[in-house]
C-alpha cells in the first residue's frame, strides 16, 4: 500500500511538472532558432547535423536539416546560445554567441566550404534584427535595458513606454498607486494582458497586473501592441510577455539598497495655530528599499536555481490643512488633540523563485513558483482626534 501511494505521488509530481512545460508552451514564454544550411554556390545541404549549446546552462539539443537544408528549434528558452553545424566533405562552421528573445524567432544560415570535418570556420556575422516570421507589431525590452537603464520605482514595467504608442495613465485601482499603468494606442491601461513564465498574471476584477515583480528577478520582456497571437488572448490593448531570471552553471548574485532619512529632509513651513504663527520643521519621512538575488547550479548542466526578493518599507506623512487645523484648534478644551501632520506606514515585500531543470538533451522541464508575501501596499493613517 505505501509502495502504491509513493508511486502515485511520483506521478503527481511529474503532471505538475508537466503541466507547468505546457503552460509555458502556449503562452510562448520561449523563443525559436531557425536557419538554412547551403554550400558557396546556394545548394541546399540535407542531413547537416545542427547542434546548439545554451552558453548559461551547458546543456545541448540537435536535429539534422531536411531536403531543402533547413533546420528548427522551438520552445527554446531565451538567452545565448552557441551553434555548431557540420556535414560530410565540408568545413564545419560555428556561430558562438547568438541572442534568442523571448517570443521572437531568431534565424541563423550558414554557408558551408569544401573541406575536412576537422576544419572549424567561425561565423561572425550577427543573425537578423528583424524577426521575418512575425506578423504582429511588438518590442522586446533585454537584459541589458533592464540592468542599465534607470528605475525609479523599480517597476520594470516603465521601461515599456520604450515601445511605440505606449503612454502613461492615471491609475484605476486605489490599491495599486505604485503601478505603473499603461495606455496602449488610446486604450486604457484595464486591457493589457499581463503573463509571467506563461502564466496569467492579469487582475480578472478590474484588469492591468496582479503582481509586481522585483527588477532583480525579471530577465527580459516582450509588449505587443497590434496584432498579436491568439495565444496572448484576453486583451485588446496590449500584451506583455515577462519571463525570470534562472540559475546558470556559474554562481551570481547581486545585492542593492536605496536609504532616505529624516535627518536628511529639507526643512518644511507648517502652521502653528496655537502661537498664530508657522513653525520650520522635519516631516517624518524615511523609506528603505533593499534586496538581492542568488542562482547558481544544484547540479551542473542539469538542475539550476534562482531566488530573489525585494523589500520596501516607507515612513512619511501628510500635512493638514491650515483652514482645518485652525479650526480643529478650537475645541481643545473639549479634549481634541489636533495634528499638524498625519502619519501614513507603507511597506511591501515581492519574493519570486524559479527553477529550471533540464532532463534530456532534447526535453526540458521547467517549474517556476513564484511568492508574494503582501500583495498590495498597506497604509495606515491616524487622522486627527477631535
Avoid at 573541406?115 to 561565423?123: F, L, N, P, Q, Y
Wanted: overall charge positive.
Amino acid at each position: 500500500m505505501k509502495k502504491r501511494i509513493f508511486c502515485l505521488g511520483i506521478i503527481a509530481a511529474l503532471m505538475v511538472v508537466i503541466g507547468a512545460v505546457r503552460v509555458d508552451a502556449q503562452a510562448t514564454a520561449s523563443a525559436a532558432l531557425q536557419g538554412t544550411i547551403t554550400d558557396q554556390s546556394e545548394a541546399a545541404i540535407k542531413g547537416t547535423k545542427v547542434e546548439i549549446t545554451n552558453k548559461e546552462q551547458g546543456w545541448a539539443r540537435g536535429t539534422e536539416t531536411n531536403d531543402t537544408g533547413f533546420y528548427r528549434f522551438e520552445l527554446l528558452p531565451a538567452g545565448t546560445y552557441g551553434i555548431r553545424v557540420g556535414a560530410a566533405g565540408f568545413s564545419t562552421a560555428e556561430a558562438k554567441d547568438v541572442v534568442l528573445q523571448v517570443g521572437a524567432t531568431t534565424t541563423q544560415n550558414f554557408t558551408l566550404k569544401p573541406g575536412a570535418v576537422s576544419e572549424t570556420i567561425e561565423v561572425t556575422s550577427a543573425a537578423p534584427l528583424v524577426d521575418i516570421q512575425k506578423t504582429d507589431v511588438s518590442t522586446n525590452i533585454t537584459p541589458q535595458q533592464i540592468q542599465e537603464l534607470p528605475l525609479i520605482g523599480r517597476d520594470i514595467a516603465d521601461l515599456a513606454y520604450l515601445s511605440p504608442g505606449v503612454k502613461a495613465a492615471d491609475s484605476y485601482d486605489p490599491t495599486k498607486n505604485r503601478y505603473s499603468i499603461l495606455s496602449v494606442n488610446g486604450q486604457g491601461g484595464r486591457n493589457v494582458n499581463v503573463t509571467v513564465n506563461g502564466v496569467d498574471n492579469k487582475d480578472n476584477t478590474v484588469g492591468g497586473p496582479v503582481m509586481q515583480l522585483p527588477a532583480e528577478a525579471v530577465q527580459e520582456f516582450q509588449i505587443s501592441t497590434q496584432r498579436f497571437s491568439a495565444v496572448n488572448g484576453r486583451s485588446e490593448g496590449a500584451a506583455i510577455n515577462v519571463i525570470t531570471k534562472s540559475g546558470t552553471n556559474a554562481y551570481h548574485g547581486s545585492i542593492f539598497g536605496f536609504f532616505r532619512d529624516e535627518a536628511m529632509n529639507a526643512e518644511q513651513k507648517l502652521p502653528d495655530p496655537k502661537h498664530n504663527k508657522y513653525d520650520y520643521t522635519t516631516p517624518p519621512y524615511s523609506r528603505q528599499w533593499f534586496g538581492g538575488s542568488v542562482g547558481g547550479p544544484i547540479k551542473k548542466d542539469k538542475v539550476f536555481a534562482f531566488f530573489a526578493i525585494e523589500r520596501q518599507r516607507e515612513h512619511t506623512s501628510i500635512a493638514e490643512q491650515p483652514t482645518s487645523l485652525a479650526e480643529l484648534n478650537l475645541v481643545t478644551s473639549l479634549g481634541a488633540q489636533p495634528a499638524a501632520t498625519v502619519p501614513r506606514r507603507s511597506s511591501r515585500t515581492a519574493l519570486p523563485v524559479a527553477w529550471i531543470g533540464t532532463s534530456t538533451a532534447n526535453t526540458t522541464f521547467t517549474y517556476r513558483s513564484l511568492r508574494r508575501a503582501i500583495t498590495a501596499s498597506t497604509t495606515r493613517a491616524t487622522a486627527p482626534s477631535i
